[in-house]
């Protein structure tokens, strides 16, 4: 207990002469500047972003390794050197975003303009947000001069959003002995007071991520006229069977992460998001049949095709679960295909210098607030660092709304100007407290 008090009275000290609000002004400028780079997946060309970040470190003296795992595709770090032999902290952002249909926004998804005391456009959140907290955290550290007991490693990777084989996959399997972390920081949970539970501040690190299943599910039957109904009709068949494989949810044990949480907590609050981490779900996403383009309403097609994305919780087996799947479509015909499956979860511990770190920092910039543990239900780069042994935590540290959190992917990302400045500082003293000397 003296031991935290002790640390947490060393993190506000070496603070002291950092003029925060000034530094939360230059990160939101930078920001906004970074969500100008239309780095959109595909292409996902993020050679422009990676000389923007590149020009920032360098001018500040901190050198920059730089990766191409293919033309466009650029990966790069720079490192704080420490003294002892503790392993590193990687601070890890992606730089490519998901498409925006600007047709839909009010505003230009690539303007990074301030509006209503926030900062709108793609990757406001998604990750180029969170990826300006960390480098701001990053360079306060050099500025300050903060002696470091261990390496604190800034990565900014392409290709996240089409599942990291250029970015962090790539970077795991060339150059993993430059990274070797003892820990990863990367997006997952943030705090809110209207997503996670009734009336309580609660700042979620996630610990872990659901496992994907992607099922391709075909039927095959016989084209004919439209006149004369068949039971060789494909789309009839693939309807009813999808009808009895989603007509009930799937059973699921609740993960112990999970559990947890509702310890905590209490009820978690209803909706889609905590339906998501405390259930196995499936979303039937594209549906295609039909001859000809525009499309004959009067043929038959010969073939139907569905395709379901499947987010397992941390316990099931996948392939028990297919065996499932199977059972409820009742239709051994139909081809059944995993057209993409992720590695199987890993839970990262929370009793960690660094979650509770962490957890400590948050409390102090927001006393009413409960640190919980989380699973996310989507996919990040931490689960393959996970798999390499690195204890990953995901944490946007801003207090976000129900509304702002479901504008990521969505054509309203934003993020709240206010935030901006505390959550630099929890990064800061949680990476001070960890890696200071
Ligand atoms: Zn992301």
């Known amino acids: 207990m003296r031991y935290l008090v002790m640390l947490a009275v060393a993190a506000s000290a070496t603070a002291e002469d950092v003029d925060w609000s000034q530094t939360a002004e230059e990160a939101a400028r930078t920001l906004q500047e970074y969500i100008r780079f239309d780095t959109t997946v595909p292409p996902g060309d993020v050679r422009a972003t990676a000389d923007f970040l590149e020009g920032i470190l360098e001018a500040e003296g901190i050198s920059v390794t730089r990766y191409v795992s293919a033309p466009g595709k650029v990966n790069l770090y720079a490192r704080l050197e420490g003294s002892g032999d503790a392993k590193p902290i990687l601070l890890l952002h992606h730089m490519d975003v998901v498409p925006a249909d600007a047709s839909r926004w009010d505003v230009d998804p690539f303007g990074g303009e301030r509006k209503d005391g926030h900062i709108w456009g793609r990757g406001a959140m998604d990750m180029k947000g969170t990826g300006t907290l960390h480098l701001y955290a990053f360079l306060t550290l050099h500025r300050q001069k903060i002696p470091l007991n261990r390496d604190i490693v800034l990565m900014a990777v392409a290709d996240e959003e089409v599942g990291g084989e250029l970015g962090a996959r790539f970077m795991i399997e060339n150059h993993y002995d430059e990274l070797d972390p003892e820990y990863v920081l990367d997006e997952g949970g943030f705090g809110s007071r209207d997503v996670y539970a009734n009336d309580k501040l609660v700042f979620a690190i996630s610990v872990a991520e659901k496992q994907i299943v992607w099922l391709k599910i075909r039927a095959e039957g016989v084209a004919g006229h439209g006149s004369q109904p068949s039971d060789q009709n494909p789309n009839d068949?693939?309807?009813?069977?999808?009808?009895?494989?989603?007509?009930?949810?799937?059973?699921?044990?609740?993960?112990?992460?999970?559990?947890?949480?509702?310890?905590?907590?209490?009820?978690?609050?209803?909706?889609?998001?905590?339906?998501?981490?405390?259930?196995?779900?499936?979303?039937?996403?594209?549906?295609?049949?039909?001859?000809?383009?525009?499309?004959?309403?009067?043929?038959?097609?010969?073939?139907?095709?569905?395709?379901?994305?499947?987010?397992?919780?941390?316990?099931?087996?996948?392939?028990?679960?297919?065996?499932?799947?199977?059972?409820?479509?009742?239709?051994?015909?139909?081809?059944?295909?995993?057209?993409?499956?992720?590695?199987?979860?890993?839970?990262?511990?929370?009793?960690?210098?660094?979650?509770?770190?962490?957890e400590s920092a948050i409390i102090r910039h927001h006393p009413d607030a409960v640190v919980v543990p989380t699973l996310i239900p989507y996919g990040t780069d931490s689960n393959a660092f996970r798999h390499k042994g690195a204890k990953s935590y995901g944490i946007i540290p801003m207090e976000l709304s129900a509304e702002i959190v479901a504008s990521m992917h969505s054509d309203a990302e934003r993020v709240p100007i206010a935030e901006i400045e505390t959550a630099i500082r929890i990064f800061y003293e949680a990476l001070v407290e960890v890696a200071g000397s």
């Open 237 to 358: 068949r693939l309807v009813r069977a999808l009808g009895r494989l989603l007509d009930e949810p799937f059973p699921s044990s609740p993960s112990p992460v999970v559990e947890s949480m509702r310890e905590t907590l209490g009820a978690l609050r209803e909706n889609k998001f905590t339906n998501a981490i405390q259930n196995t779900t499936l979303s039937l996403t594209t549906l295609q049949s039909g001859v000809g383009d525009p499309v004959k309403i009067n043929v038959i097609p010969s073939v139907a095709e569905a395709t379901i994305d499947c987010r397992l919780v941390p316990g099931t087996d996948a392939t028990e679960f297919l065996q499932e799947v199977k059972i409820r479509l009742g239709d051994p015909e139909l081809l059944v295909e995993i057209a993409y499956q992720s590695e199987e979860t890993v839970v990262t511990a929370s009793d960690t210098d660094l979650y509770r770190a962490l």
